[in-house]
């Protein structure tokens, strides 16, 4: 199993950046496929991006294409998200997620992903 823990939230303006990271607990951080989820107020979460388990692979959607950048650092157990130029839609809750894999794909389905953090708010105002 593995517990995650995200940090980097908070209020930003338009236009600004935030870096989130995920820390993951356990010794076999780079067997997991790793995503980043959001959720805004009354909607479903939605996948933002993924990486796989060594960071070759990568997936974003295409509302945060050429603004947001997934990474992970296997030797510090952590997965990050930088996030620039953002706009007031991307306020949401921002969680990471987890899932062991044997192959080194990426993931992009909230049901891929067994594993999940408490999330952290990102808020940006116009």
């Known amino acids: 199993q593995v517990q995650l823990v995200e940090s980097g939230g908070g209020l930003v303006q338009a236009g600004g950046s935030l870096r989130l990271s995920c820390a993951a607990s356990g010794r076999t951080f780079s067997a997991y496929a790793m995503g980043w989820f959001r959720q805004a107020p009354e909607k479903e979460r939605e996948s933002v991006a993924a990486?796989?388990?060594?960071?070759?692979?990568?997936y974003y959607a295409d509302s945060v294409k050429g603004r947001f950048t997934i990474s992970r650092d296997n030797a510090k157990n952590t997965v990050y998200l930088q996030m620039n130029s953002l706009k007031p839609e991307d306020t949401a809750v921002y969680y990471c997620?987890?899932?062991?894999?044997?192959?080194?794909?990426?993931?992009?389905?909230?049901?891929?992903?067994?594993?999940w953090g408490q999330g952290t708010q990102v808020t940006v105002s116009s």
């Open positions: 997620a987890a899932r062991m894999t044997y192959t080194n794909n990426y993931f992009r389905s909230v049901n891929d992903y067994p594993y």
């Open positions: 990486i796989s388990r060594n960071g070759d692979s990568t």
